[in-house]
């Protein structure tokens, strides 16, 4: 199993972005797939997740509205639209997979390698 996040960089505040999370040697149908960020100095925080079965979503309470989750089945992909970005938004964002995880979780099984997202005014 392997998950490939892109699609950070560096965005303006009111700006957007959006990110992708690849899968590969698994289909990520089957799999809850969640979004994280950290930020320098602060712990890991749940984004967003998905789930494989029924297409469920989560936001964080801090990000609803500014965030989208979708899955592309036929490319094994996840997407994270994030729109008004701020200054506060800045972090290494990470996605994962978990075959069962509480959508607050952190604790995932699989776990790709982050990408930055750095908002400047």
């Known amino acids: 199993v392997q998950l490939q996040a892109s699609g950070g960089g560096p965005v303006q505040t009111g700006g957007s972005v959006r990110l992708s999370c690849a899968g590969s040697?698994?289909?990520?149908?089957?799999?809850?797939i969640g979004w994280f960020r950290q930020a320098p100095g602060k712990e890991r925080e749940v984004v967003s997740c998905?789930?494989?079965?029924?297409?469920?979503?989560y936001y964080a309470d801090s990000l609803k509205g500014r965030v989208t989750i979708s899955r592309d089945s036929a490319k094994n992909t996840v997407y994270l639209q994030m729109n008004s970005l701020e200054v506060e938004d800045t972090a290494v964002y990470s996605c994962?997979?978990?075959?069962?995880?509480?959508?607050?979780?952190?604790?995932?099984?699989?776990w790709g390698q982050g990408t930055q997202v750095t908002v400047s005014s």
């Open positions: 994962a997979a978990a075959r069962r995880v509480e959508v607050t979780s952190t604790q995932y099984d699989y």
């Open positions: 040697g698994f289909t990520s149908d089957g799999y809850v």
């Open positions: 998905i789930r494989g079965s029924g297409g469920n979503t």
